[in-house]
C-alpha cells in the first residue's frame, strides 16, 4: 500500500526549467520568475503512463509547492478538488487493480478536498493525517483496522469492495470504501459518503482562486485579532505589498518580493483556516525581512552562505508564528498553535516558550528540514 519511494525522482534543472515554461501563466509571472524550484515526479501506478510532479522549494519556510498529474507532455493542474483526477477518468487513463486500489485512494484524499466531507483514507498509519494529544490513540486503532484491510472484486457490481482504516468526523474508524471501475469512489460504512460521482460541477483548471478575496478577508480578521499580527499587516500594507491566492494542493506559501506573495488553498475552501494562516503569517513576515534588506541569498552561488541564511530567516519566521500564534491563543484562537504543533514544529515552540539558545533552535529546524549544518 501507499507509493513506492524508489519510483520518485528530482528532475534535472533543465528538465524542471523546462516544465516550468511549459506550465507558467503570465498573469502570475512572478510565481514562476522568483523562485528556485525542484521538480519531482513520481509514477502513478493507477494512471497509465502518468506520474505526479512536484514543483517545490521545500528548504524555504512557509514552504511552497504547485501539484499537476502529467505525461511528460500533457500537464494537468492540481487545483485541489477531483476535477483532474475525473477528467483523465473520463479520458481513459485509469487502469484499477486490486495491486493499486490502495495507492489511487490515497492519493485521491490527498489531492482533493471538500470542507463539508471529514473523510481521510489511511493506507500507512506511520503517515496518517492527525497529530495533537489524540494522536496515540488514533495510531493504534488505525494499526488495528490496517491490520484487517482487505480488497476485492465485484464482478456484478462492477466494483472493488475495500476494507481500511479512514478518518471521518475526526475519529479513526473501520471503513467500507467502493471504487468502480471507472474511479468513481463512495464511502460505504460508517456512514454513506459519495466522494467522486461526477455529480459536481468545476471550474476550469488554472491557478486563479474563485474565493479569494473572501479568503483574504477572513485570514486577516483573525490575524488581526493578535497585535503583532495587526502591526505585521499594517506594515506590508503601508509599504504596497499585497497577497494573491492561488489554487492548489494543502495550505502553502511563498513570498516572491517584498510587495507581492501567494498562498495556495484548495479550489473548495471558503472559510478562514488555522494552516491556512499560519502559511500567511509566514509570508507577511518574509516580506517584512526583505523590506528590512534580509535576503536568503543565492541557492546556487556559495551553499553554506545561502545555507546559513536561509536557516536564519525560516528560524525568524517560525519564531514570529509562535509570537503571534500566543496572541491569537489568548482570543481564543488556539486551533493555530495546535496545527503548527501537529505540523512538526512542537520543539521550536518549545524553545520559543523557553527561550532556548537561538543556534540550537537552529539546529532543531535543520534537522526538521533535513539539512547538514557545517559545524565551524
Known amino acids: ?56 522549494n521545500k528548504a524555504v519556510i512557509p514552504y511552497f509547492t504547485l501539484d499537476y498529474i502529467s505525461n511528460g507532455s500533457d500537464h494537468y493542474f492540481l487545483d485541489g478538488s477531483e476535477h483532474t483526477l475525473e477528467l483523465l477518468c473520463n479520458r481513459g487513463a485509469l487502469c484499477l487493480s486490486e495491486d493499486n486500489i490502495f495507492d489511487y485512494l490515497q492519493f485521491f484524499s490527498d489531492m482533493a478536498f471538500y470542507p463539508h466531507r471529514k473523510v481521510k483514507f489511511i493506507t500507512d498509519p506511520t503517515h496518517a493525517p492527525y497529530g495533537g494529544a489524540a494522536a496515540m490513540g488514533h495510531h493504534f486503532k488505525a494499526l488495528k483496522y490496517h491490520a484487517d484491510s482487505s480488497v476485492y472484486y465485484d464482478v456484478g457490481k462492477e466494483a472493488f469492495e ?39 460541477d468545476h471550474v476550469p483548471l488554472d491557478y486563479d482562486h474563485l474565493a479569494e478575496k473572501e479568503l483574504l478577508e477572513q485570514n486577516i480578521g483573525v490575524l488581526t485579532l493578535s497585535e503583532e499580527g495587526k502591526r505585521l499587516w499594517e506594515t506590508i500594507q503601508n509599504y504596497g505589498g499585497h ?58 552561488g556559495d551553499g553554506g552562505e545561502f545555507t546559513e541564511k536561509n536557516c536564519a530567516i525560516n528560524l525568524d519566521i517560525l519564531l514570529k508564528i509562535c509570537t503571534i500564534g500566543d496572541e491569537l491563543a489568548e482570543q481564543g484562537y488556539e486551533e493555530v498553535l495546535d496545527r503548527f504543533k501537529r505540523a512538526g514544529f512542537g520543539k521550536i515552540y518549545s524553545g520559543y516558550k523557553n527561550d532556548m539558545d537561538l543556534e540550537y533552535m537552529a539546529e532543531l529546524l535543520a534537522e526538521h528540514l533535513g539539512i547538514e549544518v557545517a559545524e565551524e
Open 1 to 56: 500500500m501507499g507509493f513506492d519511494p524508489a519510483k520518485t525522482q528530482l528532475l534535472d534543472t533543465f528538465e524542471t526549467r523546462k516544465f516550468i515554461e511549459a506550465v507558467r501563466d503570465e498573469r502570475f509571472a512572478a510565481l514562476f520568475d522568483g523562485p528556485s524550484y525542484g521538480l519531482w515526479a513520481t509514477e502513478l501506478s493507477f494512471l497509465d503512463g502518468y506520474s505526479h510532479y512536484v514543483l517545490a
Open 243 to 300: 497577497i494573491r491566492f492561488v489554487s492548489g494542493v494543502g495550505y502553502n506559501a511563498i513570498a516572491t518580493s517584498a510587495q507581492e506573495a501567494f498562498v495556495i488553498a484548495p479550489e473548495n475552501l471558503r472559510a478562514y483556516s488555522p494552516y491556512q494562516l499560519i502559511a500567511i503569517i509566514g509570508v507577511l513576515r518574509d516580506m517584512e525581512l526583505q523590506l528590512m534588506g534580509e535576503m536568503r541569498g543565492d541557492p546556487f
Open 162 to 200: 475495500v476494507v481500511m482504516p479512514v478518518l471521518y468526523n475526526g475519529e479513526t474508524v473501520k471503513g467500507h470504501v467502493q471504487v468502480k471501475k471507472d474511479g468513481e469512489i463512495t464511502l460505504l460504512e460508517p456512514v454513506n459518503v459519495p466522494l467522486m460521482d461526477r455529480t459536481r
